[in-house]
């Protein structure tokens, strides 16, 4: 099973762009890289997913080096409303049926 | 589109009752999955439901548990005997069918067990 591993908490202000790295040294070969957003009160939201390279949406960037051992969640000039906890998962359970959750990094975004 | 729906949104009740939590997932999703979440913690996953295959009951923590999936769309969960170490969030998620597809979540049942 892919173990992700990633910075229990961060802070940032305003304005800043904001990197998330999430380390996976096991990763499969057929493992996608999927990156999930929760604020509180709600469930989490699905932010971006790639495999390999560079994916770019209208919320994220996520960049993902040729050994994909790794992965970066970049968020481009932060604000307020994007603190939240950000999860990296890698992979399925051992049944090949769910995402594996782990306890994720929480962002706060600072005026 | 009407996204995953989940009710109640909070349910408090007594040690020892019964409690139902009811999923409704987005319409053709034929995927379904119930995951619990604890105070500061991450996402634990409880059941899955595929079309109509049986379901991976693995993260199931106890007997007291248990999931049904009726007409392939509206899911309860039902929790026996609550304890108060059942006291989380309920989260209700669905996805089209495929490894990679993303999960798309309700906004949970928050159960609180006095």
């Known amino acids: 099973l892919a173990k992700t591993t990633q910075p229990i908490s961060m802070d940032s202000y305003e304005g800043q762009e904001v990197n998330i790295t999430c380390s996976h040294n096991n990763i499969a070969t057929n493992d996608y890289i999927t990156w999930y957003q929760q604020f509180p009160s709600q469930g989490p939201r699905f932010i971006i997913q790639g495999y390999k390279t560079k994916v770019t949406n209208e919320v994220a960037s996520l960049f993902i080096p040729a050994d994909r051992k790794s992965s970066t969640l970049s968020l481009p000039r932060v604000s307020l409303s994007d603190t939240a906890v950000y999860y990296c998962?890698?992979?399925?359970?051992?049944?090949?049926?769910?995402?594996?959750f782990g306890k994720g990094t929480t962002l706060s975004v600072s005026s | 589109g009407a996204g995953v729906s989940q009710s109640p949104s909070n349910k408090v009740t007594e040690k020892g009752k019964d409690v139902e939590l009811r999923c409704d997932p987005i319409s053709g999703h034929t995927a379904l999955y119930w995951y619990r979440q604890s105070l500061g913690q991450g996402l634990e996953f409880l059941i899955y439901?595929?079309?109509?295959?049986?379901?991976?009951k693995s993260g199931l923590p106890s007997d007291r548990f248990s999931a049904e999936r009726t007409g392939g769309s509206v899911s309860t969960l039902t929790i026996q005997r609550t304890q108060q170490e059942d006291s989380a969030v309920y989260l209700c998620a669905s996805s089209l069918l495929g490894r990679n597809q993303p999960q798309h979540f309700g906004d949970g049942t928050r159960l609180s067990i006095l």
């Open positions: 439901f595929q079309g109509n295959s049986a379901p991976d």
């Open positions: 998962l890698v992979g399925l359970n051992q049944a090949g049926t769910a995402l594996i």
